[in-house]
């Protein structure tokens, strides 16, 4: 028995000399740590502005609020996400539009996001059937890359829409050299211990806009008028005046503390991460293991690998490729495998949920399986492989040898 986890958080005793020094300060909640980590990130991104919020889920609906998404209006989202996607402009009030991903990528379709404005909306971008003016599109950059963001620019542009990255997956994730939130657009990112770096839980959205900022700023803190720590800097014992209905979304110093440390380290991170993600590429390829198809990065595009994420071949297992009874039994192939996987101790998880079928979703709007048949394909095929900065080159080749006799014992029977 093995005991490799699919992901495991890289800490030193740097962390811990950071948040010991912010519990010897007295002063744990929002302040001048938070404000440090927001400048770091922001840097990082070559982008002006970082707002801390306590999840990326928070930062996304703080984002949708600043952009003016409410009740009257609809957001594309790409079916093939995790639930917090679509859950935050439910927040606002606004409807998801799913939209299915391409196959190679897992990220959003544009020739889908094209096809969904000229159908189902007016030259006014209203909905003929709700009559909700469509608002925004949200690209979830997804395990570390980028979905197509200079053609969905080009396309919001041409419609006059906005667009929102959600970018919890992939910090540090860039295209031809421009950094995943260096495009014009609003990021979000998640420090979720899953992520390259981590405060445990957080997020953060980052802008170029000083005003969007500052009011996101202000909702993130109940609608304060003053932050808590400005407030303590003057007369503390006066209360401040409360204009907005504002939330409770407020990242603290000891995670940001952690997160300061962690950004040290990020360009090791990213390095260690892609050196292993090169290593499973290179070896799925050479030990025969051609039931798996790896990651497909696009020329030009900077993978910083927040999850390793296959995708069985239904071809090469003798399955019929876009037949959905055919998905269906290699679903439980897929299955088959992570059970065997798990079994030996080596963690695998499902990329991410097709998420038009979840529950939720599924009962309030009634969405089929094959309503998004990419986004379904990679919910029932896709495995993670466990990928993170100490997992060693043996603990690798062990996970591969594994599925090499996994491929002999049980693919057989299929290809």
Same mark, same amino acid.
């Given at each position: 028995?093995?005991?490799?986890?699919?992901?495991?958080?890289?800490?030193?005793?740097?962390?811990?000399?950071?948040?010991?020094?912010?519990? #010897?300060? /007295?002063?744990?909640?929002? *302040?001048?740590?938070? +404000?440090? @980590?927001?400048? &770091?990130?922001?840097?990082?991104? =070559?982008?002006?502005?970082?707002?801390?919020?306590?999840?990326?889920?928070?930062?996304?609906?703080?984002?949708?609020?600043?952009?003016?998404?409410?009740?009257?209006?609809?957001?594309?989202?790409?079916?093939?996400?995790?639930?917090?996607?679509?859950?935050?402009?439910?927040?606002?009030?606004?409807?998801?539009?799913?939209?299915?991903?391409?196959?190679?990528?897992?990220?959003?379709?544009?020739?889908?996001?094209?096809?969904?404005?000229?159908?189902?909306?007016?030259?006014?971008?209203?909905?003929?059937?709700?009559?909700?003016?469509?608002?925004?599109?949200?690209?979830?950059?997804?395990?570390?890359?980028?979905?197509?963001?200079?053609?969905?620019?080009?396309?919001?542009?041409?419609?006059?829409?906005?667009?929102?990255?959600?970018?919890?997956? #992939?910090? /540090?994730?860039?295209?031809? *050299?421009?950094?995943? +939130?260096? @495009?014009?657009? &609003?990021?979000?990112?998640?420090? =979720?211990?899953?992520?390259?770096?981590?405060?445990?839980?957080?997020?953060?959205?980052?802008?170029?806009?000083?005003?969007?900022?500052?009011?996101?700023?202000?909702?993130?803190?109940?609608?304060?008028?003053?932050?808590?720590?400005?407030?303590?800097?003057?007369?503390?014992?006066?209360?401040?005046?409360?204009?907005?209905?504002?939330?409770?979304?407020?990242?603290?110093?000891?995670?940001?503390?952690?997160?300061?440390?962690?950004?040290?380290?990020?360009?090791?991170?990213?390095?260690?991460?892609?050196?292993?993600?090169?290593?499973?590429?290179?070896?799925?390829?050479?030990?025969?293991?051609?039931?798996?198809?790896?990651?497909?990065?696009?020329?030009?595009?900077?993978?910083?690998?927040?999850?390793?994420?296959?995708?069985?071949?239904?071809?090469?297992? /003798?399955?019929?490729?876009?037949?959905?009874?055919?998905?269906?039994?290699?679903?439980?192939?897929?299955?088959?495998?992570?059970?065997?996987?798990?079994?030996?101790?080596?963690?695998?998880?499902?990329?991410?949920?097709?998420?038009?079928?979840?529950?939720?979703?599924?009962?309030?709007?009634?969405?089929?399986?094959?309503?998004?048949?990419?986004?379904?394909?990679?919910?029932?095929?896709?495995?993670?492989?466990?990928?993170?900065?100490?997992?060693?080159?043996?603990?690798?080749?062990?996970?591969?040898?594994?599925?090499?006799?996994?491929?002999?014992?049980?693919?057989?029977?299929?290809?």
């Amino acid at each position: 028995m093995y005991n490799i986890p699919v992901i495991l958080p890289f800490f030193d005793q740097d962390e811990a000399d950071e948040v010991s020094k912010v519990l #010897a300060s /007295g002063w744990v909640a929002q *302040g001048g740590k938070v +404000a440090e @980590f927001e400048k &770091m990130v922001a840097a990082y991104e =070559h982008v002006a502005h970082g707002v801390a919020a306590t999840s990326c889920t928070t930062a996304l609906h703080l984002a949708l609020i600043a952009m003016g998404v409410n009740e009257s209006h609809d957001c594309i989202v790409p079916s093939f996400t995790f639930t917090a996607t679509p859950n935050s402009v439910l927040y606002t009030g606004a409807t998801p539009i799913f939209c299915d991903v391409t196959a190679d990528t897992y990220n959003l379709d544009p020739d889908c996001v094209e096809r969904i404005i000229r159908e189902r909306y007016d030259d006014r971008l209203i909905n003929r059937q709700t009559g909700k003016q469509l608002k925004a599109i949200i690209a979830v950059n997804l395990f570390g890359l980028c979905a197509d963001l200079p053609r969905i620019n080009a396309i919001a542009k041409q419609y006059g829409l906005s667009v929102l990255q959600d970018s919890a997956c #992939a910090f /540090g994730a860039k295209i031809n *050299g421009t950094m995943e +939130a260096d @495009f014009g657009n &609003m990021t979000c990112l998640s420090f =979720h211990p899953r992520k390259s770096i981590t405060t445990g839980e957080g997020g953060m959205v980052l802008t170029n806009d000083a005003a969007q900022a500052a009011y996101m700023r202000t909702l993130r803190s109940h609608g304060a008028t003053v932050s808590e720590i400005d407030r303590h800097k003057k007369a503390g014992y006066l209360m401040p005046d409360f204009n907005e209905l504002g939330y409770n979304y407020r990242m603290t110093d000891i995670q940001a503390a952690v997160g300061i440390a962690q950004m040290r380290k990020m360009d090791f991170i990213t390095d260690t991460r892609r050196n292993k993600a090169a290593l499973y590429d290179k070896c799925i390829q050479e030990m025969g293991i051609d039931f798996l198809k790896p990651p497909h990065v696009p020329e030009g595009y900077y993978h910083t690998y927040q999850s390793y994420v296959c995708v069985l071949d239904m071809e090469r297992l /003798g399955f019929r490729p876009g037949e959905m009874d055919e998905i269906e039994k290699a679903s439980n192939l897929r299955n088959e495998i992570m059970s065997k996987l798990d079994n030996l101790g080596i963690a695998t998880r499902v990329g991410t949920h097709a998420t038009h079928l979840l529950g939720h979703y599924r009962d309030r709007y009634g969405f089929a399986p094959d309503a998004f048949p990419a986004s379904y394909m990679l919910d029932s095929l896709s495995i993670t492989l466990p990928l993170y900065v100490q997992m060693t080159e043996q603990d690798q080749i062990q996970v591969l040898q594994s599925l090499l006799e996994i491929k002999n014992e049980l693919v057989g029977r299929y290809a």
